[in-house]
């Protein structure tokens, strides 16, 4: 059901990313100090279907011995991104989409050289 939404609702061909630009306006530089999950809000901009809109939803950071993930949900609807349901199908999709971002940030490792 999710690849026919995307296919003939979404124009996977025409739009195949969907993308989110944006900041934590809430980090405390102290989280980096010790493992745990902390609660913030991200905002940015999110395009879906060549449509780009603003919006600021919460997130949380985990961190972590080996590095840093970084979770959010943000909830939109169809007509917001000029995606368009045939009336025929309407009742049988969903009203609200979930879009779920998941980061996972590892440190790069350096390597040496001997000559």
Known sequence: ???????NYVESEKFPKSTFKGKIVNLQMSIFQKPGVYKVTVTGDLTIHGVTKNITEPAEI??????????SKFVVTPEEYNIEIPSVVREKIA?????SADVKMTPMGISFISL
Request: hydrophobic content about 30%; aromatic content about 4%; glycine content about 10%.
């Open 95 to 99: 009203k609200e989409i979930t879009v």
């Open 62 to 71: 985990e961190i972590t011995g080996s590095g840093v993930n970084a979770r």
């Open 1 to 7: 059901m999710e690849e026919h939404f995307n296919e």
